[in-house]
Nanobody, 122 residues
Framework: QVQLVESGGGLAQAGGSLRLSCAAS????????MGWFRQAPGTERDFVAAITWSGSDTEYADAVKGRFTISRDKAKNTVYLQMDSLKPEDAAVYYC???????????????WGKGTLVTVSS
């Protein structure tokens, strides 16, 4: 069992920044993959970024490369998503995700958080 609790969503202006946090508990291992997906109304849940719990590898969706940064703090059991240069199209519910192997699609994820809403005003 893995429990994931997101926080940090809210309203930001286009060009601004937000930092999302995901507090993880339960069976987290060094090989666990932690990451983020997002889902806008009427769309599918899309991959955003992922990181190994060891922190050795990261992966990003093309749409966020160079603007978003994923990181983790093992001491706090927390994964972060720093979102800079926000665009209106980044608005969505952001979900924290975890699995025992790399994921890019939602069917590859084992555990989900409940999500946090990000709104971006133009």
């Amino acid at each position: 069992q893995v429990q994931l609790v997101e926080s940090g969503g809210g309203l930001a202006q286009a060009g601004g920044s937000l930092r999302l946090s995901c507090a993880a508990s339960g069976r987290i291992f060094s090989w666990s993959i932690m990451g983020w997906f997002r889902q806008a109304p009427g769309t599918e849940r899309d991959f955003v970024a992922a990181i190994t719990w060891s922190g050795s590898d990261t992966e990003y969706a093309d749409a966020v490369k160079g603007r978003f940064t994923i990181s983790r703090d093992k001491a706090k059991n927390t994964v972060y998503l720093q979102m800079d240069s926000l665009k209106p199209e980044d608005a969505a519910v952001y979900y924290c995700a975890s699995a025992s192997s790399w994921f890019k699609t939602q069917d590859q994820v084992d555990w989900w958080g409940k999500g946090t809403l990000v709104t971006v005003s133009s």
